[in-house]
C-alpha cells in the first residue's frame, strides 16, 4: 500500500504524542529511494480552515528509515493543486507516485488530474484509509520513538515539528469533510 503521511493532525495544547526528540533532522538522504506523495486536501474559506499538503515520505530498506522531505502546505486549494502540478511536472519529481484520497469532492480532483495532458507521465493514484487518523499516526509514533524517523532539513521542517507534536493520541475521532 501507498505511505500514509502525518500531516494535517488535531491540535491541542497537550500534546505528547510526538516528541521533538521523535524527528531526527538530516541534511541529505540515500539516493535512489522510492518517493512516494499523498495528498491531504482540505475544504475551506477562511483563515480558520484547515490546510491542503503533502509531504514526500521513501522508505529505505537497507536502514528500515523513513525519510520525509519538502513538504507543500497551502491553504487555499486552488493554490495548491496549481503548485502540485508544478511539482509533479519537475524533473526531480520524475520518479514520484502521487496520491489523492478516494473519497468526497477529492475524487474530483483525481479526475482532474486524470484529464490533464501534461500529467500523462505522472504516475497518480487514489488511496483508501483504513482507520482513523490517531490508528495510523500509532505506527509512525513507534517507528519515531525508536529513531527511524528522518526529517531532510529545510524551510518547512520547524512548521511540519509543531504540527505533529500538537497531535495527540486522545484527539476526538472524526472523518474529515475532506483531507
Given at each position: 500500500g501507498f505511505?500514509?503521511?502525518?500531516?494535517?493532525?488535531?491540535?491541542?495544547?497537550?500534546?505528547?504524542?510526538?516528541?521533538?526528540?521523535?524527528?531526527?533532522?538530516?541534511?541529505d538522504f540515500p539516493k535512489k529511494l522510492k518517493w512516494f506523495r499523498y495528498m491531504d486536501l482540505a475544504?475551506?474559506?477562511?483563515s480558520r480552515s484547515d490546510w491542503n499538503s503533502c509531504v514526500a515520505v521513501a522508505f529505505d530498506e537497507k536502514?528500515?528509515?523513513?525519510?520525509?522531505?519538502?513538504?507543500?502546505?497551502?491553504?487555499?486549494?486552488?493554490?495548491?493543486?496549481?503548485?502540485?502540478?508544478?511539482?509533479?511536472?519537475?524533473?526531480?519529481?520524475?520518479?514520484?507516485?502521487?496520491?489523492?484520497?478516494?473519497?468526497?469532492?477529492?475524487?474530483?480532483?483525481?479526475?482532474?488530474?486524470?484529464?490533464?495532458?501534461?500529467?500523462?507521465?505522472?504516475?497518480?493514484?487514489?488511496?483508501v484509509h483504513e482507520g482513523d487518523?490517531?490508528?495510523?499516526?500509532?505506527?509512525?509514533?513507534?517507528r519515531a520513538r525508536q529513531g527511524f524517523l528522518r526529517v531532510v532539513n529545510g524551510a518547512w521542517v520547524q512548521g511540519f515539528i509543531n504540527k505533529a507534536k500538537a497531535f495527540r493520541a486522545n484527539a476526538k475521532k472524526t472523518t474529515k469533510s475532506i483531507r
Amino acid at each position: 500500500g501507498f505511505p500514509v503521511t502525518i500531516q494535517q493532525m488535531p491540535q491541542s495544547s497537550k500534546g505528547g504524542f510526538f516528541l521533538d526528540s521523535d524527528f531526527i533532522v538530516v541534511d541529505d538522504f540515500p539516493k535512489k529511494l522510492k518517493w512516494f506523495r499523498y495528498m491531504d486536501l482540505a475544504i475551506g474559506k477562511n483563515s480558520r480552515s484547515d490546510w491542503n499538503s503533502c509531504v514526500a515520505v521513501a522508505f529505505d530498506e537497507k536502514t528500515g528509515f523513513i525519510y520525509l522531505r519538502d513538504m507543500i502546505r497551502i491553504r487555499a486549494l486552488d493554490e495548491f493543486l496549481a503548485t502540485v502540478k508544478s511539482w509533479m511536472l519537475d524533473p526531480a519529481e520524475k520518479n514520484t507516485e502521487w496520491a489523492v484520497e478516494n473519497v468526497a469532492f477529492q475524487t474530483v480532483v483525481f479526475t482532474d488530474f486524470m484529464k490533464d495532458k501534461d500529467l500523462l507521465d505522472v504516475r497518480i493514484g487514489q488511496e483508501v484509509h483504513e482507520g482513523d487518523k490517531i490508528t495510523r499516526a500509532r505506527a509512525w509514533q513507534i517507528r519515531a520513538r525508536q529513531g527511524f524517523l528522518r526529517v531532510v532539513n529545510g524551510a518547512w521542517v520547524q512548521g511540519f515539528i509543531n504540527k505533529a507534536k500538537a497531535f495527540r493520541a486522545n484527539a476526538k475521532k472524526t472523518t474529515k469533510s475532506i483531507r
